[in-house]
């Protein structure tokens, strides 16, 4: 549950209010290792991974390493997320990230059909012991974890041993659909917000602050432990915008800048293991798990999106609706009609039903709107004068079970398809209301047909999900 506006343009605003003189300015000290120079914010992550292994000695791996042993660094996390959302890594002496990078660090194809609870199924295509892939660190990303002293993170891409890239490597596909978009003319900026619910190590996890709901008393429970999160998340380079305790009991939310979407998914992994990292050194464990306590808001892993062409964002300046572009009403219209695919991808554990229901802002209705928390799409057009660079959308009906480079490629992809000429959104956006019992005049508690009087475009499914809006 977020009551946050995240601004992914080129300013920096992302799931809160505006910072003094419109950017956060990150801590980045040399010793602690934030990012190196290729990879820094605002470049496409990964620009410097090679098509195929062995590939050749990177320049600047020896500055590189020699930084990250002057900071005390010595072993190497090399991780990759599955498609059930979990993150798997292979560790690595300092000394041997160069034949890393070069040969790749062999991996079973088992994970690639590995369950959330480990169970280990076969696909058609994926899946099984036999044979091996390549796991090539993305130097590029390579940062220092002061929170797990001695230790630095990169993310993976897979390769097979024949030297090629793995088809099904997830972190491939979001990069190959920042591609396609690039080929369309067009660029993508994304944010995630990061919610999760801190709690006692213990089997009952009880939360370590009480108090009113967003309020100052369960901020003064664990202001050491944020300020030392805020601190340590902006030393690896990311750009942190806000930070509050949430809802539940025990849950907090921090918000992040936005980047091109390989970076922030790159992000996603690297924010929420170091607030894992960070809650241990305070005695607490950090849950992401969508829903910790039944009945109540769950933690939610809302993504913030604008896209933008050479003239600037597809979000406004346009005669569609709420000033949408024709393109960007498009490009909403196709991540509007795919969400439901999308939920399977983003959100589809089955933890992740109990945190999806109504008055819980989980984006439960396949509709749109501004500013309509409830609603799995929200249209942010930013203060007034600040559209240009402050209009984005948000999907809010992801969370943390879902893997973020298929979450972001997904995205990508459903957006892409929807600009075919054409396609747009409903003309008028629905409202919703809250609704705690039974259904409201104007409600329809099950699969809804499209409203009679919404005109709409070749794109708009015939069906709604199940649906609880009152549109007007």
């Known amino acids: 549950m977020s009551d946050g506006n995240g601004v992914p343009g080129e300013r920096g605003i992302a799931g809160g209010t ?21 990879g820094e914010r ?9 098509e195929r292994i062995p590939a050749a000695e990177r320049p600047e ?3 590189a390493v020699a930084r990250m042993r002057a900071a005390g660094v010595q072993l190497v996390e090399v991780s990759f997320v599955d498609n059930a959302g979990v993150p798997r890594v292979k560790v690595v002496p300092l000394e041997r990230l160069g034949a890393a990078a070069q040969h790749g660090i062999g991996v079973s194809p088992c994970f690639e059909t590995f369950c959330f609870d480990d169970v280990l199924v076969r696909g058609r295509y994926l899946g099984g012991p036999d044979g091996d892939l390549r796991l090539v660190p993305d130097l590029d990303r390579l940062v220092v974890q002061p929170a797990q002293p001695g230790w630095a993170w990169a993310p993976a891409d897979k390769f097979v041993q024949e030297g090629g890239r793995f088809p099904a490597c997830q972190r491939d596909f979001a990069r190959r659909q920042v591609a396609e978009l690039a080929a ?32 100052q008393h369960r901020l003064e429970g664990i202001a050491e432990h944020a300020r030392e999160l805020v601190w340590t998340v902006q030393s690896q380079g990311v750009e942190v915008q806000q930070f509050h305790p949430e809802y539940t009991p025990g849950s907090v939310e921090l918000s992040v800048a936005p980047a091109d979407p390989l970076t922030a998914a790159d992000e996603a992994v690297l924010v929420r293991h170091t607030a894992r990292q960070v809650a241990l050194r305070h005695g607490l464990r950090a849950s992401f798990a969508p829903c910790v306590l039944p009945g109540m808001p ?33 490009f909403l219209a196709g991540v509007l009609a795919e ?26 209705w396949q509709a749109w709107g501004r500013e309509t928390r409830e609603t799995a799409l929200r249209l942010i057009t930013g203060v007034a004068g600040t559209e240009e660079w402050a209009a984005n959308a948000e999907v809010k009906c992801f969370d943390a079970t879902g893997n973020p480079y298929l979450v972001v490629g997904g995205l990508l992809a459903a957006g ?12 008028r956006p629905a409202a919703t209301r809250r609704c705690t019992s039974g259904h409201r005049r104007g409600c329809r508690p099950g699969p809804a047909r499209r409203p009679r ?8 499914p015939r069906r709604w999900a199940r649906s609880c809006t009152t549109r007007w």
Do not use: I
């Not at 505006?18 to 290729?38: F, H, L, M, T």
């Not at 991808?345 to 984006?363: E, I, K, M, Y």
């Not at 009087?453 to 708009?460: F, K, L, S, V």
């Open 339 to 364: 969400l439901p695919a999308l939920q399977a991808v983003g959100a589809g554990n089955p933890a992740s039903f109990l945190r999806t229901g109504p008055s819980r802002w989980a984006g439960v």
């Open 184 to 215: 369309a003319g067009l660029r993508m900026r994304t944010a995630f917000e990061h919610e999760w619910a801190l709690g006692s190590p213990a089997a009952d996890h009880a939360p370590p602050f009480t108090g009113p709901a967003y309020g």
């Open 298 to 330: 769950g933690s939610g892993a809302h993504v913030h999106l604008s896209v933008h062409d050479a003239r600037g964002t597809l979000f406004t300046g346009g005669d569609g609706p709420r000033g949408l572009r024709e393109q960007g009403e498009a």
């Open 42 to 50: 605002g470049m496409p992550a990964g620009s410097g991974m090679p």
């Open 18 to 38: 505006e910072s003094a003189g419109g950017q956060a300015n990150p801590v980045r000290p040399e010793n602690q290792g934030g990012r190196e120079k290729p």
């Open 453 to 460: 009087r919404w005109r709409t475009r070749r794109c708009w």
């Open 61 to 63: 791996l020896s500055g």
């Open 416 to 427: 892409l398809a929807g600009s075919a000429p054409g396609c747009g959104c409903p003309r």
